[in-house]
């Protein structure tokens, strides 16, 4: 079970790890159920990261991967991958910048990362699910 206390500090941990990369950005952590449990957005980044940070997390939770995995299945099936959004009641946003939250080997979650290149979304992405795996 992903708990709000775990999420806030994993998503202040990663916006430390931003702070260390100069990088502005918003940080959403989603639970199993694609639930909001924390948004963080820089008072400097762009209130769209907000929105973004959140499909993300939400896509990395539903779909159990992370963006880079999800980014190379939508070059083999790019069909399911834009169809997606127009079934689901809810943003999605299957690219870098997310990762799932894998305890026990099963999903409790996801991270959502936007505001900087794709590689560094990520790599925030998957330090703060590595934090929040072992939580």
């Known amino acids: 079970m992903l708990l709000l206390s775990n999420a806030l500090k994993a998503a202040q941990a990663g916006h430390q790890k931003a702070a260390e990369l ?7 952590v989603v639970d199993a159920g694609g639930n909001t449990l924390v948004v ?39 069909h399911f991958w834009e169809t997606v959004p127009s079934v689901i009641d809810r943003a ?32 925030i992405a998957d330090f703060i699910a590595a934090i929040l795996a072992k939580s």
């Not at 100069?22 to 959403?28: L, P, V």
């Not at 400097?44 to 299945?73: I, P, W, Y």
């Open 40 to 78: 963080l957005r820089h008072e400097q980044a762009s209130f769209l990261m907000s929105q973004t940070s959140q499909a993300k997390a939400f896509a990395a939770a539903a779909f159990k991967f992370t963006g880079e995995e999800m980014e190379e299945l939508s070059k083999t099936n790019p």
């Open 22 to 28: 100069n990088i502005h950005c918003g940080i959403a």
């Open 92 to 123: 999605v946003l299957p690219t870098r910048g997310s990762a799932p939250i894998i305890t026990a080997g099963n999903c409790v979650g996801g991270v959502g990362v936007g505001g900087s290149t794709p590689e560094q979304d990520q790599e």
